[in-house]
């Protein structure tokens, strides 16, 4: 299982070579992503087809009082 959850990623952050390598080297439909980031999960959904199914995104429950 992979699991990406940086709150401040943005699409310019995507290239990132070691991330996508070691993405590319876990891709298989029996391992698992999760993410926090509806960007990274719209990505990893098209870059790594064998990880469709298995990519979960888990949004934080932010907590005001």
Not at 3 to 32: A, G, Q, W, Y
């Amino acid at each position: 299982r992979l699991i990406f959850t940086n709150p401040i990623l943005e699409k310019k952050h995507l290239d990132d070579r070691f991330c996508n390598l070691v993405t590319e080297i876990c891709e298989s439909n029996m391992n698992e992503i999760v993410v926090n980031s509806p960007i990274l999960e719209e990505y990893l959904r098209k870059a790594y087809p064998e990880f469709f199914n298995n990519v979960k995104l888990l949004m934080p429950v932010l907590h005001t009082r």
